[in-house]
């Protein structure tokens, strides 16, 4: 599996402005809108946040990965995000996070969306990748390091 079957460039964010949960998730679904597709990024939102309200995806070390089930949606999508000053996600090592990993997938699709959060999780355990990630000079550094995975 590579995750670059799931993103594209435009779906890679590499300065994340927002400064809380509901922003973050704001500025990381609005790319979305021009998919085709369109996917509406309120409704993700909420999607994400009522999936936030079960508990954290911020899994500690920096990083979060919201996902969720969109209704109409017809693929998987996968949206990255680096926040240079981090944003509090309530996770759960209480640490800002900076690097972020949306998933949505259609709500029929269930094997294939924990296999996409499997292979994220496991990137993000190599300490390697994660300093790559924050520290990739820019957006196209970003996008070649996650379009090899």
């Not at 949960?21 to 998919?35: G, R």
């Not at 500690?60 to 981090?86: E, F, M, N, W, Y």
């Amino acid at each position: 599996m590579r995750l670059s079957e799931y993103l594209s460039q435009d779906l890679v964010l590499s300065d994340l402005k927002a400064t809380a949960k509901a922003e973050v998730l704001a500025e990381l679904t609005a790319p979305l809108a021009a998919l085709t597709p369109p996917v509406d990024p309120d409704e993700a939102v909420a999607v994400l946040l009522e999936r936030e309200s079960l508990g954290t995806t911020g899994i500690g070390d920096g990083i979060a990965i919201p996902h969720g089930k969109l209704p109409g949606l017809t693929q998987i999508v996968v949206v990255a995000g680096r926040s240079i000053q981090g944003v509090e996600f309530d996770s759960l090592d209480f640490k800002p996070c900076h690097i972020f990993f949306l998933v949505l997938a259609p709500e029929q699709v269930a094997g294939l969306h924990l296999r996409i959060l499997a292979h994220i999780s496991r990137l993000l355990k190599d300490d390697s990748f994660r300093r790559s990630f924050i520290f990739a000079p820019n957006s196209q550094a970003l996008w070649d390091l996650l379009n090899d995975t």
